[in-house]
């Protein structure tokens, strides 16, 4: 099997894209498990090893069209000259290994599935406009920051290292463009303050803080926009609701099938909040239900909601305009008619995005087809349902009586299934589970307080 590494010829290169010679994965992973070292021991301490491992990536992308650009970066890198230009390049270079890896196993598993999901590949149609450039040299200080875990080595971070950059993270809490890397960089430092001091490469998830290492850098690079696209007078029916989290942050992404223009597009409607001191998950749901009443209505009633006027960006709708019928739909129903057709279509991931852990794949797993013990059996293979990262599967929930459940094929070493709706009668939302019991309390209000006293706090 052999992916693509993906760049763009482009004189700017800033732009993670990706078209051009092919290499072989076992060649790809292997340079990706060498560059782990790498920034483990830092490039302040680069050995014979990390300088070998530099000149594979020059020989891998010796046809591609930014060769003599990556040529110029590894030497200067083995030359000790740890510049951000050059660590641009090295993230593109590492971008685009992600991304063929991304690439082979979406095309690999829709071949597995006979083509079930039409999917929509972007990467062509990218408008390269820089989304970042009003904060241009804030996200160079980030981006210096960066740039010095990378030259001191994971394991040699401290405390006041990361001190040192709280100022940066209060400034960057307030940039509502700049969110995603806020969110990034939170969850990094919070794992790296859980496992500091490191007193050996085996103490911390260095292949994961490596991921959050290159999203962050990513983020700090000028890149490009995805076309958005304006839509209006569409059906939108709620499917299922998703919840990630950490210690900073929640976000519920609602997950739906958009009829526009006579296609049925499966799109995600992202709730973003941060979490406000001590809150539960019940006041945060209950937060988020005050501030988005409509979908939650379209999701626990099963109505059809009328989209007057939006936005598509990727598998993203941006809301403006729309409101909640009286039309109730059946989930199962629905779904099963969309993949038996397979006429139901997805977008695959931006080219500077593409991830194997970001892989998604839409599936409907019939309840005929799933073993008691939570797998999901199809004619190439059986694929666990990870029951176990949103709870029990006997415990807490029932799969009696119920039609099938709608979730997303993923990869972590391997295929699973993140569970998002178990259909039935009464539909189960993996991540909508907490008592229906209210305290007569305006969570609402008791959140605005909260905050208000927090940022009192602060100044």
Not at 346 to 362: E, F, G, I, S
């Amino acid at each position: 099997m052999t992916a693509k590494i993906t760049l763009k010829e482009n004189d700017h290169i800033n732009n993670p894209m990706i078209f051009s010679n092919d290499v072989k994965l076992d060649q790809v992973f292997e340079i990706q498990h060498q560059l782990i070292q790498v920034f483990s021991n830092g490039f302040s301490k680069l050995n014979s090893k990390g300088i070998e491992t530099l000149k594979e990536i020059n020989i891998a992308f010796s046809t591609s069209p930014l060769n003599t650009l990556i040529s110029e970066a590894i030497t200067g890198l083995n030359n000790n000259q740890l510049t951000s230009s050059n660590f641009d390049l090295l993230a593109i270079v590492m971008a685009s290994i992600d991304g063929s890896a991304y690439d082979s196993l979406f095309d690999e598993l829709n071949k597995l599935m006979e083509n079930q999901v039409s999917l929509i590949d972007n990467a062509k149609e990218i408008n390269y406009t820089s989304n970042t450039e009003d904060h241009e040299n804030f996200l160079e200080s980030i981006k210096s920051w960066l740039i010095d875990l990378a030259i001191m080595g994971f394991t040699e971070i401290n405390m006041d290292v990361l001190e040192s950059f709280e100022q940066v993270m209060d400034t960057l809490e307030n940039i509502p463009e700049l969110m995603r890397l806020n969110v990034i960089l939170r969850g990094f430092i919070e794992e790296i303050t859980t496992e500091i001091p490191i007193t050996s490469q085996d103490e911390f998830p260095a292949k994961r803080w490596l991921g959050l290492w290159l999203r962050s850098y990513l983020l700090t690079m000028q890149l490009p926009k995805e076309n958005v696209q304006s839509i209006k007078d569409c059906k939108l029916k709620i499917i299922g609701v998703q919840k990630y989290s950490h210690d900073y942050f929640t976000l519920y992404t609602f997950h739906g099938i958009l009829d526009h223009e006579g296609n049925n597009r499966l799109i995600q409607i992202e709730a973003k909040k941060f979490t406000i001191n001590e809150v539960s998950n019940n006041e945060l749901l209950d937060l988020l239900n005050s501030t988005h009443p409509e979908l939650f209505k379209g999701l626990e009633e099963n109505l059809v909601i009328q989209v007057k006027q939006g936005m598509i960006s990727g598998n993203y709708l941006i809301l403006e305009k729309f409101k909640t019928t009286t039309t109730s739909f059946d989930i199962y129903e629905t779904l099963a008619v969309l993949f038996e057709s397979k006429t139901i279509s997805y977008n695959k991931q931006n080219p500077y995005n593409r991830h194997p852990l970001l892989l998604k794949y839409p599936v409907l797993c019939k309840i005929e087809n799933i073993t008691k013990d939570g797998t999901s059996k199809f004619d190439w293979g059986d694929i666990p349902i990870r029951f176990d990262k949103v709870g029990t599967l006997n415990e807490k929930w029932k799969l009696a009586n119920s039609k099938g459940i709608f979730g997303f094929i993923q990869f972590d070493n391997g295929w699973w299934i993140s569970p998002v709706t178990i259909l039935g009668d009464k539909n189960q939302y993996i991540g909508y589970t907490y008592s229906q019991d209210r305290s007569g309390k305006n969570v609402y209000e008791v959140l605005k307080e909260r905050s208000n006293a927090i940022l009192r706090s602060k100044s």
